[in-house]
Structure formats: structure tokens, C-alpha cells
């Protein structure tokens, strides 16, 4: 940790306004005293959480250096910052910026921040927020009083919170936007932020907004909460309003959120969000994780009954004056321009790229004169020295008019037409002018098993090749192509947003003659347009090393297959999941370790693939275990309840789903007994070997996984809606999937039993 | 004064594939190679004029830095050490020197990978204890020199501040006649 730690207090202290100061000072006293042992450990996890500071990989002491799985000896080696945290293992530092709005003295700080306390990257998420990895707990509080002096806080951007608000990167100057929902985004972080109806949830809460319904880039739909502006005439005025959704959400089971109202009054948005926040605080899950999203508080109540409770609250909250107060100022919210409106005059001779550049990563602005340019960021991430650079150009073109864009870019708003060329020159000498984004090289991943505790395979590792080999034939790719959208999830949790976007990738692994391979589920048809308007369902999982070929063959039968100007989801809904499957039924296969050791090693990675700690048995070799062939038909069975739901086959889809989960869990029994075929023995079989035992709880899931098929096997004969349906093939995928991670830490653990001759 | 960046930089006309790096530092947390207990790699090489790859130690980065456009080993010491300046400042050094003279070694690297001995580059990574300013540099210049002194020769060399006023404390080095980094470790 730093030196200068202590020093920065008094440096800063007429710098920070006092709440915050004060609030960075309980925090750092917190941090002394979980240090001397005198908080609980849990209690200091989800504090250090509401402040941003997150675990990392690694840091419960061991790792597996591709040979054996090693202690790593932290100079405090009792201290720990949370259960299983130890306390000088490296963390992530998240940076919450609302809507992605930043000005050119931000980008300077979290230049320095990123320097100083990290590795000299800043990491642009999802969600419009910065992230800085390998930063020490101590570090945090100095780190913090530096981004509070200029405005920037890092309170609840993890935990139990309302994580950042993010909106549109162009709202204000978007061509098709109803009106400009910044300052409504604004109001809303400032007015939940630390709201004591916030501090009280059994998870996380996300809300977004969009400027309009039918592009993609406020995401709305995919939220647990989302707004849409909208107006309406009343009374020979009009009226501005929010479209408002509630209850969506991506993880391992996505929902679509629904329609909450059709036009909330734009005064009644901040006390309506603080009804369901109080509504979600009081009656969502508390003890079980995995069903504490407020998707799940709605699907349970249903909506009627939802809508009824949150109103009844709203009727019955104390007035407070915050509700309206940012509408007197609304009218007047306008970014100003640095330069007058001009027109780009374009020599004999453009720069090299430049063509290429503008056509991707310009947005003519609907302010005449003036676009908005994307620095498309591989992987988000950017150096201290470029976000210095990019502070530079953002003075020198524009009123310091940036922001951060959930496909984890950056964008400068109100450059004046006519400049273009010298910014492009400029962003070119500090290595921001890539082209390509918005395109199928603008690569969205989450960090996956870089820095997450939960990655099962390279997110990034595989975004990054991706992006390599599509750069390399990008000049001669076809527009229908060019234009899809890629997104990769190191796991379930979907933080990589892999079902809002037309190929979509997430993290699994299968078992292999006693070796784990790295693979990704592949799905395929989700829908980025429309706020998010559908999500991809999963076709099946391609060994790590194949999903370039995978990528290459689906794109390649697109352009084949598709007819004039059909999209790639309406092409994928025309031909049906199981022509999508077969598609790639070849590229499943594994070859054996001896034949390509290299699939058995992850991208951007050279140790020998583990989720864990895996050993070889003497049974290594090409010997495929019945259960592997049973795991692999259910798999079939799950993708087959798919196709019945896709041709409004409700009762079959939920029947086959159920059905594949039931096989998987007769396998799995059947490694302990003789598998029995009754439904009622397999399900008292899988609760005495695998639910009781907790054999089969997921390492950081916990039961969530068995509870899906036990619930499905107890509602196996009631009626079920087509969203329900879905979500059960969602659950099943899931399941069979926990069954072969079941499989592979029971092979493990027999092979660890076994002398290694 | 803490937390010393040295950075040695490679030989301008050799182009080295960074990826090779990837299995050499994890090899080098399997054999426990370095000094520090050293923890992962970190991929960067999509980042232009990143940090390349990365080895991620609890007390210091070891990273293939592409800062400026210039290919280099990086030290960067995280963590507080004891001693005097000077300590301090030789120990940032030698382990750079180290971790180059290792890496040249290295069957992935063989004669792609080569230091030069002649130029290398100081900065401190903490802004409040050493400012990019004249106070700074009239407090490090002593200490420099007496660690180039017996690198390089005395005025064999010439120190100039790098950066701006918002960087970094940063200070080149460069000399007319090569050192062997492995004679510096050696003495
Ligand atoms: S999707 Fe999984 S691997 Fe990726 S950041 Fe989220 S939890 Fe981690």
C-alpha cells in the first residue's frame, strides 16, 4: 500500500464536499478496525462493498499454477476483509459514474487513481462505471478522497444498492430521442443515493433510462428498472413522461421487464421509484440470493398485485420537496458546444483510416454542424496515459462533453463537424482512433477469469482474439456481418450481457478423459436493438478453442442463407434453433488431449484448465464415461424443449424441460446407486447423495441450481404459462450444466484419492 | 521517498511477439523465479502503448510496458520498502535488471528480447511524495547519480526530466557506452 496514504486527507480536505469527506473518513475508520479483528468480517464485506471495493480472483489465498494448486502467502496471513477474503490480496476498485458523464479533470484524476493504485489501466463495465483491478483495501480510502475532490464517488457501486444509473451516451443529442433524459438520470442518482428506503435490499438494483423505444442504447428492458421518455398532448400542452418497466434482468435466469405504466408523469418518477424501492426493501427475498432480484419479487406477487403495492406506498410517503425541485431546472439542462456548427470540408487527401473511422465511429448529431465521435476501446480498457491524452482533445474540441457507453466506450459529444479530421489526427497519435465501433468488432466481455472470483473461461482472452482475427479480414467483411454484435460472459451471470446481442458466448466447461476444457455456450438471435427487445436462447457448448471457427461458420451460413436485407435474428427465428444447432453440432466435439493438448488450455492463458483444484488419474485417456453420454442426450432433451416452445408448444416445452433435468439427475444417482426410474426415487435418490450432502451445490450458487429441478419435480403437473416455460428451459440448461461441474469435482476429488503412479 | 518505477528498454530494432511472455511469467510463479510472491499474469496486449503483459507480484508489477511507443521491462514498486532512498532506488533497479537479464535468458525470447544497457528510465508512482516539479528533481538528482555513477561511470551519462507537470516524476537516463545489466546484478 501506499506511503502517502495518510497524507491525502488534509491535502484534499477543502476539496471534498463534507458529506462525502466524512463519509470516506467512517470508511477508512472501518477499515482500521476490521484490520485490528474489532468488525465482523461479513459486516465489513458488504460495507466495503457499498463503497465500491470488490474481491478479485485469487484472493482467498490459492491458485492453481497449471501444475499444482498453491498457497499464496500474503504478508497478513490471518487478516481478512470478508469470509474466504484475505486482507492483502489484491481488489477491485469500482468507480460509479452516473449516466457515463464526465468531465476532462475526472478523466485526469482516475488517470492518476489508475496509475498510482492499479496497474496503470482503467477498465470501462456495462454499466457506464470505471473499474480499477489488484488495488489494496488500504489504498481505497486515500484513492476515494481523490475522485470525491473532483466529484467522482464510488458509494454503492457493489453491494445491496442501487447500482449506477446509466442512459443513453447520446441522450441530448440524439436523432430520434423524444426528449433528454439526462437530467431526469441525474436527479435520480442523486436522489437514491444513500436514500435510507435503498440501504435495506436483499440485492442489487439496476435502473436504466433510454431517450426512445426502439434503438438500443439505454437497454431498458433488460433493468429492474427502466424508463422510456415519452410524451403525451394534455390539455393543448405536452407533457413529459416515462414508459416504465419493472423487473428485468439478465443472470442466470433472464426476464424481460414488464410494463409498469404506460405514462408516469415526469414528477412522479422520484417518489414512484422510492415506492418500489421501499416495496422491493420490505418484501423481497432476503435470505436466498438467488431469488432476491425484484424480477423475482414481481413474478411472485404478479403484476397486478405488484403495481397495487407499490401505489399504495407511493400514497403513502411523506412529501419531499426533492421530488420536484430538479424539474425547475430540466428546461434549461443544455451541453454547449465549444466551436460554432461547421461542415467537414474534405481535401484530396484524408489521413489514412480516416474514411473507415468516420463511417463507424461518427454520429451526426440532431444539432446541425455537429457529431458525436466513439474512441471504440478494445476490451474498455484504456491507459492512464490515453485517458491524460483523451483530457487534451476533450478540451481542445469539445466543452469536456464525455461520457462512458455501456459497449464499454467512450464518447465526445458536440464536435464540430468541420474538425474532424484534426481530432481524428489527434485520437490517432494516442491510439484512440480504432474504427469499428458499434460494429462486430466492438466486442463487449466482462472480466471472466482475469479478475473475477466467479469466471469459469477467458471472456476477455476470447474477445481479444476475436477482435484480432475480425480485425484482419474487417476491410473485406459484408455490411450484414460487419454490423452484428458480439458479447462475451465469462459465466452464468451474463455481466458480459451475452443475451442482448445477435452472438452471444458465456463460460462453461466440460470433462474430458479426466481433464477439464474450457468452453462457452453459444446463443444465438438476442436482440440489442429495441432496448433490449429479446434475449438469445443457448444452442450449445463449443470447446474454447473452436469459437472462432464457430463465429466464422455461423456468420459465413448467415450470408449464405439470409434473404435480401433480413436481419441476423429475424434469420435465425426463419430457420429454427435446431438448423441453428446443427449449424455448429460438429464443432461440439473435443479432441483428446494427446491429439490437441492446446483445447485443454484457456485463451490468453498457458497452465492446464481448471476449475479448480483438478488432478489426473490414472484413467486418463480417451475413456468417455457413460454419464457423459447421459448429461450430453439431456443437454438434447433441454434444446428439444426449446424447439417445442418455439412452435407455441407450451405443455411439451415445460414437459421436456422437466424431463431433461430428471435424466440428469437419474445420471448423477446413478453413480451412487442403481439408478432408479420412478420420478419420486430419482428426486428422494438425488436428495440424499447430492442435495443433502450439498455435493452438487455450486461453489458460489449454493443450492440455487438443485432447487430448480427439485421445484420443477413438485409442480410437474400444474399449468404454465409460455414465460414461465421459458424460464424453465433456462433453469434446466442450468441444471445440466451444475450436473457436469457435480461431475467434474467428483472426478477430481477421486482422482486426488488415487496414488498418481 | 517510495514506490520506484525503473523501466530498461529493449533494443529499438527488435519487434519480440509479447505473447511469448504469457507462459514464461506463469512459468516463473510456478518455479517461484523472482524475489516477490508473485501472484498471475495479466493480458494487456490489445491495449496499444499498454503494459503488454503484466506479472502481478503483491509488492511490485513486472510488465512488457509500451509506453511512448518504446518496448520495455517495467518495475514498479507497490508496496513500502525499508531503508534509505538510495536503498530503495538500487533495490527498484536490480530488480529490473533482474527480471531483464531473466527474461533474456528466456528459449521463448532466444535473441529477440535483448536490454539495452545504455539508457533506462526513473519515475516515482506517487504524486503527493514526489510532484513532477524542480523541488523533486533537485532532491532525486543526488541519488541518481549515485547509482549511475557506479552503473555507468561518473559523466559517462546524462539525466533529463521527462512529463508533464501532471505525470509522474519521471527522469531518463541515457549513457554513451552500454553497461552489462548482468555485471551491475554480479557487482
Ligand atoms: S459474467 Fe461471471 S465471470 Fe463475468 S464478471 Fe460476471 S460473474 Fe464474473
Known amino acids: 500500500m501506499k506511503a502517502s496514504n495518510p497524507l491525502w486527507k488534509d491535502r484534499l480536505q477543502h476539496q471534498i464536499p463534507p458529506d462525502l469527506g466524512s463519509e470516506i473518513d467512517i470508511f477508512e475508520h472501518e477499515v482500521q478496525l476490521r484490520k485490528q479483528g474489532k468488525i465482523d468480517e461479513k459486516v465489513f464485506a458488504e460495507t466495503r462493498l457499498r463503497r465500491g471495493a470488490y474481491g478479485q480472483r485469487y484472493d482467498n489465498g490459492h491458485r492453481h499454477d497449471g501444475v499444482t494448486e498453491r498457497t499464496l502467502t500474503y504478508p497478513a496471513t490471518e487478516a481478512t476483509k470478508g469470509p474466504n477474503t484475505l486482507w492483502d490480496a489484491p481488489g477491485m476498485q469500482r468507480i460509479k459514474i452516473p449516466y457515463g458523464g464526465l468531465d476532462a479533470v475526472q478523466l485526469e484524476r482516475l488517470a492518476e487513481v489508475a496509475e498510482e493504485y492499479s496497474d496503470g489501466i482503467a477498465h470501462i463495465t456495462t454499466r457506464q462505471d470505471f473499474q480499477l483491478h489488484f488495488v489494496h483495501i488500504e489504498d481505497t480510502p486515500p484513492l476515494m478522497r481523490r475522485l470525491a475532490a473532483v466529484g467522482i464517488t464510488t458509494r454503492e457501486a457493489c453491494g445491496n444498492s442501487v447500482r449506477n444509473v446509466t442512459a443513453c451516451p447520446v441522450a441530448g443529442v440524439c436523432r430520434t430521442q423524444t426528449f433528454d433524459v439526462t437530467p431526469y438520470a441525474k436527479a435520480l442518482t442523486y436522489f437514491l443515493l444513500g436514500h435510507p428506503d435503498c440501504q435495506d435490499f436483499g440485492r442489487k438494483f439496476k435502473i436504466a433510462f433510454s431517450g426512445c423505444r426502439d434503438e438500443a442504447c439505454g437497454l431498458v428492458r433488460m433493468h429492474d428498472l427502466g424508463a422510456v421518455a415519452v410524451t403525451r398532448e394534455h390539455n393543448g400542452t405536452t407533457e413529459r413522461g416515462f414508459e416504465l418497466y419493472v423487473g428485468g434482468g439478465l443472470g442466470t435466469v433472464p426476464q424481460q421487464a414488464r410494463l409498469f405504466s404506460e405514462f408516469l408523469p415526469e414528477a412522479e418518477l422520484p417518489p414512484i421509484a422510492q415506492a418500489i424501492a421501499r416495496v422491493f426493501a420490505r418484501l423481497g427475498e432476503k435470505k436466498n440470493r438467488n431469488t432476491a432480484r425484484i424480477k423475482f419479487l414481481v413474478s411472485k406477487l404478479g403484476l397486478d398485485e405488484f403495481k397495487r403495492l407499490v401505489m399504495e406506498e407511493r400514497g403513502s410517503l411523506p412529501h419531499d420537496d426533492r421530488w420536484t425541485a430538479f424539474l425547475a431546472d430540466v428546461p434549461n439542462y443544455q451541453e454547449e458546444p465549444l466551436k460554432p456548427p461547421s461542415l467537414l470540408q474534405l481535401g484530396p487527401e484524408a489521413p489514412e483510416g480516416f474514411a473507415e473511422w468516420r463511417r463507424t465511429n461518427v454520429y451526426e448529431q440532431r444539432q446541425t454542424g455537429y457529431v458525436t465521435i466513439t474512441v471504440a476501446l478494445p476490451l474498455g480498457d484504456i491507459t492512464s496515459t490515453q485517458l491524460r491524452q483523451l483530457a487534451n482533445i476533450a478540451r481542445k474540441y469539445v466543452k469536456e462533453t464525455i461520457r462512458t457507453t455501456v459497449e464499454q466506450n467512450i464518447v465526445l459529444r458536440w464536435v464540430s463537424e468541420g474538425d474532424l479530421v484534426d481530432l481524428f489526427n489527434d485520437l490517432k497519435a494516442a491510439h484512440l482512433a480504432q474504427p469499428g465501433a458499434g460494429t462486430i468488432l466492438d466486442i463487449t466481455a466482462c472480466p471472466g477469469t482475469d479478475t473475477c472470483k466467479l469466471g469459469i473461461s477467458s471472456s476477455r482472452g476470447l474477445a481479444a482474439e476475436l477482435r484480432e482475427r475480425l480485425a484482419a479480414t474487417a476491410y473485406e467483411m459484408d455490411e450484414a456481418v460487419r454490423g452484428l454484435h458480439i458479447k462475451v460472459s465469462g459465466c452464468f451471470n451474463s455481466c458480459g450481457q451475452h443475451h442482448a446481442c445477435d452472438l452471444g458466448f458465456y463460460g462453461v466447461s466440460r470433462n474430458k478423459g479426466g481433464y477439464t476444457v474450457p468452453h462457452f455456450q453459444v446463443l444465438l438471435g438476442g436482440q440489442w436493438q429495441n432496448n433490449a427487445g429479446s434475449y438469445g436462447l443457448a444452442i450449445g457448448a463449443v470447446p474454447s478453442k473452436r469459437i472462432p471457427e464457430t463465429v466464422e461458420r455461423i456468420t459465413s451460413r448467415y450470408l449464405e442463407g439470409k434473404s435480401n436485407g433480413e436481419s441476423f435474428h429475424a434469420w435465425t427465428r426463419r430457420i429454427g434453433k435446431a438448423a441453428c444447432k446443427a449449424m455448429i453440432e460438429d464443432l461440439t466435439s473435443i479432441p483428446s488431449h494427446d491429439e490437441n493438448p492446446d483445447f485443454y488450455i484457456d485463451w490468453a492463458d498457458a497452465r492446464k484448465y481448471t476449475i479448480g483444484d483438478i488432478g489426473v488419474g490414472e484413467c486418463a485417456g480417451e475413456v468417455v464415461s457413460p454419464i457423459d453420454f447421459q448429461l450430453a442426450a439431456c443437454e438434447r432433451k433441454a434444446f428439444e424443449a426449446q424447439l417445442a416452445l418455439e412452435k407455441g408448444e407450451v405443455e411439451v416445452a415445460a414437459r421436456t424441460a422437466y424431463e431433461s433435468m430428471l435424466e440428469g439427475a437419474q445420471a448423477l444417482v446413478g453413480l451412487r446407486e442403481t439408478a432408479p426410474s420412478d420420478p419420486d426415487e430419482v428426486v428422494a435418490g438425488f436428495r440424499k447423495h447430492f442435495f443433502d450432502t450439498q455435493l452438487f451445490y455450486d461453489p458460489f450458487a449454493g443450492p440455487k441450481f438443485a432447487q430448480y429441478f427439485l421445484k420443477a419435480h413438485e409442480r410437474r403437473n400444474q399449468t404454465i404459462s409460455a414465460d414461465r416455460a421459458h424460464q424453465l428451459i433456462e433453469e434446466a440448461q442450468l441444471f445440466i450444466e451444475a450436473s457436469h461441474s457435480c461431475h467434474t469435482r467428483m472426478s477430481a476429488q477421486a482422482a486426488k484419492a488415487q496414488p498418481v503412479s | ?187
Not at chain 2, 519487434?15 to 523465479?33: N, T
Not at chain 2, 510472491?37 to 507480484?57: C, F, K, S, T
Not at chain 2, 510532484?131 to 547519480?145: A, G, M, S
Not at chain 2, 559517462?156 to 545489466?181: H, I, K, M, W
Open chain 2, 1 to 187: 521517498m517510495q514506490h520506484f518505477r525503473v523501466k530498461f528498454f529493449v533494443q529499438p530494432d527488435l519487434r519480440p511477439d509479447l505473447g511469448a511472455a504469457i507462459p514464461v511469467f506463469h512459468r516463473w510463479i510456478q518455479e517461484s523465479r523472482l524475489e516477490e510472491m508473485l501472484i498471475d499474469v495479466a493480458d494487456y496486449r490489445h491495449v496499444p502503448g499498454g503494459p503488454g503483459v503484466l506479472l502481478v507480484a503483491h509488492d511490485a508489477f513486472y510488465s512488457l510496458d509500451q509506453a511512448e511507443d518504446r518496448l520495455g521491462l517495467l518495475y514498479t514498486r507497490r508496496t513500502e520498502l525499508e531503508g534509505s532512498t538510495q536503498e530503495k532506488l538500487r533495490h527498484a533497479f536490480a530488480a529490473a535488471a533482474r527480471a531483464c537479464a531473466e527474461l533474456e535468458k528466456e528459449p521463448e525470447f532466444a535473441g529477440h528480447l535483448v536490454f539495452s544497457g545504455a539508457e533506462c528510465e526513473f519515475s516515482v508512482n506517487d504524486r503527493l511524495l514526489a510532484p513532477n516539479t524542480e523541488e523533486t528533481w533537485n532532491l532525486l538528482r543526488p541519488e541518481l547519480h549515485a547509482l549511475l555513477d557506479s552503473v555507468w561511470g561518473a559523466g559517462s551519462y546524462r539525466l533529463a526530466r521527462a512529463g508533464e507537470a501532471r505525470d509522474v516524476f519521471r527522469v531518463s537516463a541515457q549513457c554513451e557506452t552500454p553497461a552489462n545489466l548482468n555485471l551491475f546484478l554480479a557487482g
